[in-house]
């Protein structure tokens, strides 16, 4: 019998301060610190031929390069900075208890755990206590996998080297070109359990209580010696087939069925508050080989199952949360789970248009909790989930068929544009307050930038076509704070990576090239003149707001008439200064906002929600909202053969359908639910913002 149906009928043992400066304790407060992604960016390689780059102190740093940074939807290297920023902020307001929803390390590489743990036993002697719960960078796959490494570690000329586990075919190789250190393997469960055993995945003395949804023993018999005992990792586990869970749910023509960890928790740190770590990794093994079960390479990662797959692989796990969500509820305690995965949409609803409007997968829609799913971590009883995984700050609630309710709570990444952690504070036993701590001031955070600066002028000297792919705008190292680094870095990535993977060739062609003010105009434009015939005007020098791509149309450039162009691009231009002037926006600063500035800004949105606003500004705001509300009532698809539009195609046409849809988007992902600061009542159901200054759409 596990310990959630020992113990639902029996009886347990069993406000926030404010901010505090003096170093004393809000017990009843919790920090949230998701994605970390902690390299180790001083770590020790244990390799005698490469220790990283030299630095002025002295030290050698082992960095990614900055090329690495800005194609990821993550910073590799400042949040080591960040991470500390972010503890020492937590242990001044008195907030001594943090829990991480996944993703604490890079990818669960010795060389990155380590130094995790290194820096929480330093905070620890501060007096902070940790609580871990697995992501899908730790662990990457159930097994520990002795092949892995990274392409973009910065050598010591300002190039990229290769750093690999020793079991790497270009180490086994010898290749000349590769560094190989076991400090870059990818640990499975066993490992980062014997690492980070004292850090909520083992039980503690200090603990009030403690449970996984293996443990045997009753809630009113816990011991610390008898939790210590059933919490090893063979007690963890359970059975999973490609098709579902196992054991007792086990169907028939279930296949690949195999045993494999599950390290979720609940703690009692102190009286009264719950602390619920769910692991909501599903590694489904649909490559499975018997003859070697504990091999990595026979999982799917966990990365876009998350809770839907719970709902089908981990239903055992689901049955203990509802257990331990009756238990909190009838006890009094003050419940809140943890996990790296959310449990309902975190695009502030805005998921179906954005599948409509992007390219397909585009912004990992796949990643989107279906509503069936919501409905189903609901249903447990569940009141309060923090989760992480998108990088995303957000709030969302859901009202289950039965009448429970649950909010979900994104916490942001430290490593990305928005980098934050949420403050929970238990207010009452039925209201909690939420708070989010943005991270724009972060000591140290242009220690690195001499090595980038050394990459840049490696990159642009070289006549290797693979390093000119490689280049970047130096602009980034004149930063005046993490946040205006994290602002920049993201402009760059939209750049480099999300205008060809999201947008399609016509959207790209038209977010890469309009203005604002063209935008404006382009959303009142009525013309016959088509995209083969705007082409056509573009090689002739007339002048344009953007020239199509060859590759986004189905034939070549044609001849148009360029009298006309004019006449029908003025009466837009007329119309839209109309349009501003009516809304009381200065029509000429609307050339000002440049592409960059929207497409960044865009990206921004998505992953910092209505907090991107205020670093966009009150007249940026105000510019952005005309825009919302300029186009025509009626739009029309245009016609495309895959990615090419009909050459026939009206310039108007594919702007105003697909931008439309583009604003609308802007607009709900800047208007969602409060996520700044704000309360939660579970008694009637609402999240109310509390003195939040955030601008608004």
Not at 230 to 235: D, E, K, M, S, T
Request: proline letters at 4%; aromatic letters at 12%; a neutral charge.
């Amino acid at each position: 019998m596990v310990a959630g149906a020992a113990a639902l009928a029996l009886a347990g043992c069993g406000g926030s301060d404010g901010d505090r400066a003096d170093g004393g304790t809000n017990s009843q407060a919790v920090a949230f610190m998701a994605d970390v992604h902690f390299q180790d960016v001083y770590g020790d390689l244990k390799n005698s031929s490469f220790k990283g780059v030299p630095t002025a102190n002295g030290m050698f740093a082992t960095i990614r390069t900055m090329y690495a940074q800005l194609t990821s939807t993550r910073l590799f290297n400042e949040n080591y900075f960040a991470f500390r920023a972010a503890l020492d902020d937590s242990l001044a307001k008195g907030v001594k208890l943090v829990a991480f929803p996944g993703d604490f390390s890079d990818d669960g590489q010795p060389l990155n755990v380590n130094g995790f743990r290194a820096v929480l036993a330093e905070y620890e002697k501060k007096g902070m206590r940790f609580f871990i719960a697995p992501g899908n960078h730790d662990p990457v796959a159930p097994y520990d996998d002795d092949e892995k490494g990274k392409d973009d570690f910065m050598a010591a000329n300002g190039s990229t080297v290769k750093v690999y586990a020793k079991n790497y075919q270009g180490c086994l190789n010898a290749e000349a070109n590769v560094v190989c250190t076991d400090q870059l393997m990818e640990q499975g469960y066993a490992s980062l359990l014997r690492d980070l055993a004292p850090y909520g995945l083992m039980p503690n003395e200090k603990d009030v209580y403690w449970e996984t949804p293996y443990s045997t023993y009753a809630q009113d018999k816990y011991s610390y010696a008898e939790a210590a005992r059933q919490a090893q990792l063979g007690q963890r586990s359970y059975e999973i087939c490609k098709e579902g869970e196992g054991g007792k749910f086990k169907q028939a023509g279930y296949t690949n069925c195999t045993s494999i960890a599950d390290v979720s928790y609940l703690v009692e740190p102190v009286k009264g508050l719950w602390l619920l770590s769910v692991d909501a990794n599903v590694f489904v093994p649909d490559k499975l080989d018997p003859a070697k079960p504990n091999s990595p390479k026979g999982f799917t990662g966990a990365g876009n199952a998350g809770w839907n797959k719970m709902t089908t692989h981990k239903k055992s796990v689901m049955a203990w949360i509802e257990s331990v969500s009756a238990r909190a509820k009838a006890q009094g305690k003050q419940l809140v789970a943890f996990s790296h995965y959310p449990t309902m949409d975190f695009y502030a609803n805005q998921t179906d248009a954005i599948k409509a409007a992007f390219k397909p997968g585009a912004f990992q829609t796949a990643r989107v909790p279906e509503q069936a799913t919501a409905e189903a971590v609901a249903a447990t009883g569940l009141p309060l989930h923090i989760g992480g995984h998108m990088h995303f700050n957000g709030t969302n609630d859901y009202l289950s068929k039965s009448g429970k309710y649950l909010v979900n709570v994104q916490s942001p990444s430290l490593a990305v544009y928005g980098a934050a952690y949420k403050i929970v504070r238990f207010d009452t036993p039925r209201k909690v307050d939420v708070q989010t701590v943005a991270l724009n001031n972060v000591p140290r955070f242009n220690e690195l930038f001499p090595l980038y600066e050394m990459e840049w002028k490696y990159v642009e000297g070289s006549s290797k076509p693979e390093d000119a792919k490689r280049r970047w705008d130096k602009a980034i190292l004149s930063s005046t704070s993490y946040g205006d680094f994290t602002s920049r870095y993201f402009g760059e990535l939209s750049r480099l990576r999300f205008l060809d993977e999201y947008w399609a060739c016509d959207m790209k062609d038209l977010v890469s090239q309009l203005n604002l003010q063209h935008m404006l105009t382009m959303a009142q434009l009525d013309t016959k003149v088509t995209y083969a015939q705007l082409a056509g005007l573009a090689a002739q020098g007339v002048a344009v707001p953007f020239k199509p791509s060859a590759g986004c149309l189905q034939g070549s450039p044609v001849a148009g008439n360029a009298a006309q162009w004019a006449s029908d691009w003025s009466v837009a231009e007329n119309a839209a200064r109309a349009k501003a002037q009516a809304a009381g926006v200065d029509f000429n600063a609307l050339a000002n906002v440049s592409a960059y500035t929207f497409y960044g800004d865009f990206h921004r949105t998505v992953y910092a929600g209505g907090l991107s606003l205020n670093d966009m500004g009150k007249q940026r705001v105000e510019q952005y909202r005309l825009l919302m509300s300029a186009f025509p009532a009626l739009t029309s698809a245009p016609q495309k053969t895959g990615d090419k539009l009909a050459d026939s195609t009206p310039v108007g046409q594919p702007f105003q359908y697909s931008f439309k849809q583009v604003f609308s988007i802007l607009k709900g992902l800047g208007s969602g639910k409060p996520s700044d600061h704000f309360s939660v009542d579970f008694d009637t159901r609402t999240l109310r913002a509390e003195g939040s200054d955030s601008l608004k759409f």
